[in-house]
């Protein structure tokens, strides 16, 4: 089995998402626009979730109306710390999300991930589990993330991302072929440090300042 990528190719996304690569966007913009992307990530990664049908009242007439089935069981893993970026603005859009936390960092020289946090929610088997970090790049972090959370054993896996390395989806597919990708771009390839071309960068970094 091979897993789906799935481009986001909406014109909001790609225009916002250009507004982020640029060299001269300040870490208030990007931070911004990384939220209001995300939002649009969530209404794209969402399309397929259940409906079910509830009585309600009107101030004119009682009706049957859809809710969401599994309005209640969604959790969303952010991968420290560029993740948080993402995740903020996904919460908006589905606020009775619960919120788990994976810790990975890149070790420089081999670039291998190194797990140093892990905070779920208990009940993650009955959630389905959307999986968030900006920059799909080597794929290590992806992969090692996804490793520890299919331990969890959560309902269904998405994994989502802005800007992917054809690289990076390649090792992901090649480890974990049943869990989909969202993107909002498939970038050239990676440079000798890992970092996407032309990408936009560090993302932690650009989003919290630190550089
Ligand atoms: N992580 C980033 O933040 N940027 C890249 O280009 C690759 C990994």
């Known amino acids: 089995m091979k897993a789906d990528v799935i481009l986001i190719q909406h014109p909001l996304v790609q225009h916002k998402l250009t507004l982020m690569r640029q060299a001269t966007t300040h870490t208030q913009d990007f931070r911004r ?47 420290m710390r560029a993740g948080q970026g993402l995740l903020d603005g996904m919460l908006e859009l589905i606020p009775t999300a619960k919120v788990g936390h994976i810790g990975l960092y890149r070790e420089p020289t081999t670039l291998t991930a190194v797990e140093y946090y892990l905070k779920l929610p208990h009940d993650t088997e009955y959630r389905n589990m959307l999986v968030v970090d900006p920059m799909l790049a080597t794929g290590n972090s992806a992969v090692a993330a996804v490793d520890r959370l299919k331990e969890a054993k959560p309902l269904s896996i998405k994994f989502v991302c802005l800007l992917a390395a054809p690289e990076g989806i390649q090792y992901f597919h ?22 996407i071309i032309p ?11 630190t550089k």
């Open 33 to 79: 626009l990384l939220k209001e992307i995300s939002m649009l990530l969530a209404y794209e990664v969402t399309r397929d979730l259940p409906l079910k049908y509830e009585t309600i009242q009107t101030p004119i007439a009682a009706m049957e109306a859809p809710v969401l089935a599994t309005e209640k069981n969604m959790v969303i893993v952010s991968i």
């Open 199 to 209: 990408g936009l960068g560090d993302a932690g970094d650009r989003l919290y300042g």
């Open 174 to 195: 090649d480890q974990h072929p049943d869990i989909p990708i969202y993107t909002a771009a498939i970038d050239q390839r990676l440079d000798d440090h890992g970092y």
